[in-house]
């Protein structure tokens, strides 16, 4: 059997996670369909729906993504230590073994973000484990200040990337099913600009990927203190599953989304938001129902299980 790391699974990031996946599908279903990373311009005005999938959807998940892709960065650095190898080069076989994954899946659809996480690691993350926490934390903020100044968009992975860790190593991440006056501090602070700039993206698009950080932070902050609520029960049995198997449902998403462009026909592009929707629907339904049952036998998602192996050789795991 697998040797188990001493630090019991934060549930609460699985659930942000699940949360995280499913408004990326969304987000993803029309560029997926079109084979390309981003859909090309259209002149056409956008509809009501559309206005609102941008305000709602649009850019406000993938720093969510991001931010835990950094935290279980951190997380695994600590494992390894608590295992007694090296951690960096455990870290740099799964960083490695990432952008493999992601070079693959760009066979399908060439908007893939796991080779670009997987290269953001080697460059930025790999090299932070050897400073100091307070320098994760100050380049973190120096990244993201840049990164919004010269345009936002995938420029703002490095930065979400380095607070990611630096939060795991001020012990965030274990305070993060407890606490509820931080998210109530922070989700406020954070409500006025993601208001107030994604009323005004529409017409400024240099705001949009500001506008996408403070709703991602809402949407953070809002899951936390839904995990203190009476529905933490419903949100664990929901979004459980699909977090645990993320990257299984990340790559299958997009044979599911290209399967089904296939049966609905014609162009993405004029897809109604209904359309969208309900492709997103139904294929969050066949997952969630997929990484339910196959949870209850194994311990992980079948690519998460090859990850594994890929970040831990020497282990030999009889049941996954």
């Given at each position: ?190 409500l006025v600009p993601a208001v107030v700039l994604g009323h005004l993206q ?96 194994f311990r992980q998602g079948p690519i998460e299980y090859v990850w594994r ?12």
């Amino acid at each position: 059997m697998a040797r188990q790391s001493p630090r019991p699974r934060i549930v609460a990031l699985d659930v942000i996670r699940g949360f995280a996946l499913c408004g990326i599908l969304v987000a993803n279903v029309r560029p997926i369909a079109t084979t390309v990373g981003l859909l090309p311009p259209d002149a056409a005005p956008p509809s009501t729906a559309d206005l609102w999938l941008g305000l709602l959807v649009d850019h406000r998940f993938f720093p969510v993504f991001s931010l835990l892709f950094g935290m279980g960065f951190s997380l695994l650095y600590e494992s390894a230590v608590a295992r007694g190898v090296s951690p960096r080069l455990v870290l740099l076989r799964r960083l490695v073994a990432l952008f493999l994954l992601g070079l693959a899946h760009r066979l399908l659809w060439d908007g893939d973000i796991l080779a670009i996480y997987a290269v953001v690691g080697l460059v930025v993350l790999l090299p932070s484990s050897w400073l100091p926490r307070r320098a994760v934390a100050g380049l973190s903020v120096v990244a993201l200040g840049l990164a919004l100044f010269f345009g936002g968009g995938i420029m703002v992975v490095p930065g979400l990337f380095l607070l990611g860790s630096a939060l795991v190593r001020y012990g965030v991440a274990d305070r993060l099913e407890s606490s509820t006056r931080i998210p109530v501090i922070v989700g406020a602070v954070a409500l006025v600009p993601a208001v107030v700039l994604g009323h005004l993206q529409s017409s400024d698009a240099n705001l949009f990927t500001a506008a996408g950080l403070a709703t991602a932070t809402v949407y953070f902050c809002v899951f936390l203190l839904l995990l203190r609520s009476p529905l933490r029960g419903f949100l664990y049995a929901l979004l459980t599953p699909l977090g645990r198997m993320a990257l299984t449902n990340y790559l299958t998403a997009t044979v599911l989304v290209l399967a089904l462009s296939k049966v609905i026909g014609g162009t993405a592009e004029d897809w109604s938001t209904g359309t969208v929707l309900g492709i997103a629907g139904v294929i969050m339904g066949v997952q969630w129902v997929w990484s339910t049952l196959w949870l209850r036998r194994f311990r992980q998602g079948p690519i998460e299980y090859v990850w594994r192996l890929a970040t831990w050789p020497r282990d030999r795991v009889v049941r996954y």
